[in-house]
């Protein structure tokens, strides 16, 4: 095909600008939903921090893992018998120090009675 | 005007990362800054309000989404912007046409009124119903250059094809569009 000559590119371009002119602005509509994706996307807005119903939640399940209410009952027991554990032991450990205590003085008796030393004297 | 263009792109940038950090002002500026555009290119495309505006929304749409990985100075954001758009027509016209919606090669139906139109001097409506029965492709690359602005460079990147390639596609176009626009008009005695 040849090429255009000056005018008919002129004439063209004259064309373009009344088309230019005529070319309609977007609806408000559409530049609404437009902004109004962009605001969904919820860029910088802080995480809600966990509701009350939320907290009670992970207690539940929580509580679930362990078996439940009667799961919870046995750890219970459990540290109730380690605690009364604690205390009567500090008067087991007392036996236990007096026993050692004696045994102590008997092994020293022993040692003073079982050696002559005055056969190490010249 | 190359350090204009360079300085509108790099506000662009600026902007998408304050719509990222929250800043909902900035998706207002770049809202009217872009989908004006983008939305004539749909619509120049698909020759449908409807569905040229629901293309331009989509195409906002996955900028807000890529908005926090944005890499300013990598890609210019008109330019993405308009590369998403364009294959987001294509796909639209290649579904339409599959199903036998528009199985007509181009839309001749309103060129005659709309030629004819040459006679109250409605230079706008001929130009559009011409332009309507150019290939998709030469449509698009004379939307970019004469109703968008574009330069030579900035078509290629879009279209993804060599400057070279674009030259010929709106060389092309304007020839057809001079064949039934200026021929007409001198028949209709308006020469």
């Known amino acids: 095909m040849a090429h255009m000559t000056e005018s008919e590119d002129t004439e063209l371009e004259e064309f373009f600008a009344a088309a230019r002119q005529a070319e309609p602005p977007p609806s408000p509509a559409f530049l609404g939903r437009v902004l109004a994706d962009a605001a969904d ?24 893992s362990i078996g439940g209410m009667p799961g919870v009952a046995a750890l219970a027991v459990c540290a109730l018998f380690g605690l009364g554990l604690g205390y009567t ?10 026993l050692g205590q004696e045994l102590d003085a008997g092994f020293d008796d022993y040692a003073v009675g079982g050696f002559d030393t005055s056969e190490l004297e010249g | 005007m ?3 263009d360079a300085a509108t792109d790099a506000e662009d940038d600026a902007l998408i990362a304050r719509f990222a950090a929250g800043d909902q002002a900035a998706a207002r500026v770049l809202t009217a800054r872009l989908a004006p555009g983008v939305l004539a290119l749909a619509r120049r495309m698909l020759r449908d309000a409807a569905e040229a505006e629901d293309v331009a929304q989509e195409a906002m749409l996955r900028l807000w989404k890529i908005a926090p990985d944005w890499q300013a100075g990598r890609a210019k954001p008109s ?8 294959n987001l027509c294509t796909d ?26 040459l006679i109250t001097a409605d230079r706008a409506a001929a130009l559009n119903a011409a332009m309507a029965r ?13 109703f968008d602005g574009r330069s030579n460079i900035e078509i290629a990147e879009i279209m993804e094809v060599s400057v070279e390639a674009v030259e010929s596609l709106t060389g092309r176009a304007k020839r057809a569009l001079a064949g039934m626009l200026i021929a007409k008009r001198e028949g209709l005695g308006l020469g």
């Open chain 1, 41 to 64: 996307q919820g860029y910088g807005r802080a995480a809600p921090a966990p509701a009350r119903s939320d907290v009670w939640a992970r207690v539940r399940t929580a509580l679930r």
């Open chain 1, 89 to 98: 032991g500090q008067s087991g450990l007392d036996a236990i120090t007096v």
């Open chain 2, 2 to 4: 190359p350090d204009a």
């Open chain 2, 79 to 86: 330019t993405w912007l308009y590369r998403v758009a364009q």
């Open chain 2, 92 to 117: 639209r016209l290649r579904r339409a046409r599959g199903t036998g919606l528009d199985a007509a090669p181009e839309p001749v139906d309103d060129a005659p009124g709309a030629l004819d139109r």
């Open chain 2, 134 to 146: 150019l290939p998709d492709r030469q449509r698009l690359a004379l939307h970019l250059r004469h």
